[in-house]
């Protein structure tokens, strides 16, 4: 099916204005190009270290929304330049200038699905899509099966396999594994297929809760084995203890070097004595900052690992 893509540059100031236009005349989807640089929650929920250069900040917006092909543009021009000289009261709405285009109809939520294969994250671990068949399997292999849905960890990101290969010098039957950031999930799932006893996963995303939940239920993970909670740890003190505290065996974090420095004041509370702290996420530029963030709560540092232009650390609370 082909869609009519609605193009208009207009203004920051006018994006919601003209967001809402678009809605009331019964476009589909919305989407904003600008250089408005972004808030620091914005950062702090992006999965990546380095925040993309966007450019001066120019007032200059795109604002493009999806229409049917039937739809007369003579008829949509018409209404959508009567709505602008409404709204041209209100606001400035700068160039104007609108266009039409036709677009292919794309699952973008779905698509990447088909560049998402089987693998092998160590010589032993294979991590599988779960809408893929695994041809290959060696003796001894784990097997781990993943959906990520919308929330992030598929395990072929180095900073994934730096934290897998961290796991599997530490972990034994008696194992707790605390996961911070657990995103799908496949952290805490490969611990208890690595044979940890009892796995607890935390994040800030609802969403993420909830396929990390539903991707234990497809690796068969048993109940009461893996536990899984929403929440910010390094504030809700209420979390913390439900979570438990001085629990853990090892605790591992695959977020970003600036979620770790703050949470490395916080994560030795939940540590048995003698427990190790796997932390990655952590791209070069930020390694010296991480290391002394670490040295600094308290933690000795054990080994350093990297893989390509990402580090992790492993350390122990002296």
């Not at 900073?159 to 605390?178: F, H, P, R, W």
């Not at 611990?191 to 940890?196: F, I, N, R, T």
């Amino acid at each position: 099916m082909k869609w009519r893509k609605v193009s208009l540059v207009t203004t920051t100031e006018a994006v919601d204005l003209i967001s809402c236009l678009f809605d009331e005349l019964g476009f589909e989807g919305i989407q904003i190009e600008d250089h408005v640089p972004l808030s620091e929650e914005e950062k702090k929920s992006m999965f990546i270290d380095i925040v993309p250069d966007l450019g001066a900040d120019d007032g200059r917006a795109v604002i493009s929304s999806y229409v049917d092909m039937e739809r007369n543009i003579d008829e949509m021009e018409k209404a959508i330049q009567e709505g602008l000289d409404e709204l041209a009261q209100f606001t400035d709405l700068g160039e104007r200038k609108l266009s039409f285009e036709v677009t292919d109809d794309e699952d973008w939520i779905n698509n990447w699905k088909a560049y998402f294969k089987p693998f092998r994250v160590t010589e032993d671990i294979v991590i599988k899509p779960t809408w893929e068949t695994l041809e290959e399997v060696k003796e001894g292999d784990t097997v781990v099966e993943i959906d990520p849905g919308t929330a992030f960890g598929t395990g072929s990101h180095e900073t994934t396999k730096l934290v897998i290969q961290g796991m599997e010098e530490y972990l034994n039957s008696d194992t707790k594994l605390l996961d911070i950031g657990c995103g799908s999930g496949i952290l805490s799932i490969i611990g208890l297929k690595l044979g940890a006893a009892y796995a607890a996963g935390t994040d800030i995303d609802p969403i993420a809760v909830k396929v990390a939940k539903e991707n234990a239920t497809v690796n068969q993970i048993e109940d009461g084995k893996f536990e899984v909670y929403e929440g910010n740890l390094m504030d809700d003190g209420a979390l913390q203890k439900e979570v438990g505290l001085g629990a853990y065996d090892v605790v591992v974090a695959n977020i970003l070097a600036d979620v770790i420095i703050p949470l490395s004041a916080h994560v030795s509370k939940f540590m048995k004595k003698d427990g190790i702290f796997i932390s990655s996420g952590i791209i070069d530029i930020k390694k010296n900052e991480v290391e002394a963030a670490l040295i600094q709560n308290g933690f000795e540092i054990v080994k350093i690992t990297q893989m390509g232009d990402w580090f992790s650390f492993q350390a122990k609370c002296k």
